[in-house]
Nanobody, 124 residues
Framework: QVRLVESGGGLVQAGGSLRLSCAVS????????MAWFRQAPGKEREFVAG????????YYPDSVKGRFTISRDDAEKTLYLQMNSLKPEDTGLYYC?????????????????WGQGTQVTISS
């Protein structure tokens, strides 16, 4: 069993920055892929970043590339999402997700473990 707990959300102005954290506990996971998704009201859950925990390879969609950075601290068992140059369209509930797989998936259904989410609101 893997437990994920997100933190770090908040309200910031457009152009600002936030760093989200996801504390991981439970079963060890050298072969895990972790990701951040977001969901705005009335919209589907959207992939924003993924990382292969053991090798650190990352993947971003064009909508956040160059502005968001996903990273992990293996010793602290924490996943991060640094978000810069934030835009109002980045607003949403941000979720941390994990799954035992070898490649980064961009579809929410591919991930088995989920956190409860942390709200990010960007004002214009």
């Amino acid at each position: 069993q893997v437990r994920l707990v997100e933190s770090g959300g908040g309200l910031v102005q457009a152009g600002g920055s936030l760093r989200l954290s996801c504390a991981v506990s439970g079963r060890t996971f050298s072969s895990v892929v972790m990701a951040w998704f977001r969901q705005a009201p009335g919209k589907e859950r959207e992939f924003v970043a993924g990382i292969r925990w053991s090798v650190g390879g990352t993947y971003y969609p064009d909508s956040v590339k160059g502005r968001f950075t996903i990273s992990r601290d293996d010793a602290e068992k924490t996943l991060y999402l640094q978000m810069n140059s934030l835009k109002p369209e980045d607003t949403g509930l941000y979720y941390c997700a994990a799954d035992y797989r070898s490649t980064i998936a961009t579809v929410a259904l591919r991930y088995y473990y989920w956190g409860q989410g942390t709200q990010v609101t960007i004002s214009s």
